[in-house]
């Protein structure tokens, strides 16, 4: 079954204490992402990655950080968390071509940091 | 700054009536593409139909329809037939051109709440 991979789907750490957000899709896409959402603030972008070793920032990454060392795999690093990361987490993947855009999600990963 | 409007927070229907969700978006670009995905209780994002700006024809997945008006930027769905199943979130989504022209992202609306009465 094609998906996207997410864990740990619940998370309740505190502030400062490092934590790994894993993400692995099983449909061989080059394209990888990691949205959080919030309520009133829809789905915005952390970072993405276009392929192996190809990282950049999307419109909030400030506290986050990612590698893509496999194609499968691109985890979501909170080196330091703070409270105000505490959200709803979604990795998704796409195909490059053709390049509609079109995103696959993962089930989401709800953090919340004291 | 390319950008997605919902501007209805929430929205009620009847179960078996039809309900219209709104979406506007601004862009410069003249091919793009559009979605409309449902976010449900279990917090799955599913994608529920597809726009392709250069079709003219409205895109239908069986009760679900958009109402597709390019001039006006404006892409709202349509959900006939309403059942408790359709209760949930729905997000309007552009696909944007990022810059150095050779990449692109999903860009999305705030959301609007939809409940099913029965």
């Known amino acids: 079954e094609a998906q996207v991979t997410q864990n740990p789907r619940y998370l309740i750490t505190v502030t400062g204490k490092k934590l790994t957000v894993t993400c692995s899709q099983n449909?061989?896409?080059?394209?990888m992402s990691w949205y959080r959402q919030d309520p009133g603030l829809g789905l915005r972008q952390i970072y993405y990655s276009m392929n192996v070793e190809v990282t950049d920032k999307g419109d909030v990454p400030e506290g986050y950080k990612v590698s893509r060392k496999e194609k499968r795999n691109f985890p979501l690093i909170l080196e330091s968390p703070s409270p105000n990361q505490t959200s709803l987490y979604f990795c998704?993947?796409?195909?490059?071509?053709?390049?509609?855009?079109?995103?696959?999600f993962g089930e989401g990963s709800r953090l919340t940091v004291l | 700054a390319q950008t997605v409007t919902q501007s209805q927070p929430e929205m009620s229907v009847q179960e078996a009536e039809t309900v219209t969700l709104s979406c506007t978006y601004d862009?410069?670009?003249?091919?793009?593409?559009l979605f409309w995905y449902k976010q449900p209780p279990s917090r799955q994002m599913i994608l529920v139909i597809r726009?392709?700006?250069?079709?003219?024809q409205n895109a239908t997945e069986n009760r679900f329809s958009v109402n597709f008006q390019k001039a006006a930027k404006s892409f709202s769905l349509k959900i006939s037939d309403s059942q408790l199943g359709d209760a949930a979130m729905y997000f309007c989504?552009?696909?944007?051109?990022?810059?150095?022209?050779?990449?692109?992202?999903?860009?999305f609306g705030k959301g609007t709440l939809l409940t099913v009465n029965p």
């Open positions: 726009q392709e700006a250069y079709k003219q």
């Open positions: 449909m061989n896409h080059e394209y």
């Open positions: 862009t410069s670009e003249s091919d793009y593409y």
């Open positions: 989504a552009y696909r944007i051109l990022l810059s150095g022209g050779s990449n692109y992202k999903l860009t």
């Open positions: 998704a993947s796409r195909r490059t071509l053709p390049n509609t855009g079109e995103l696959f």
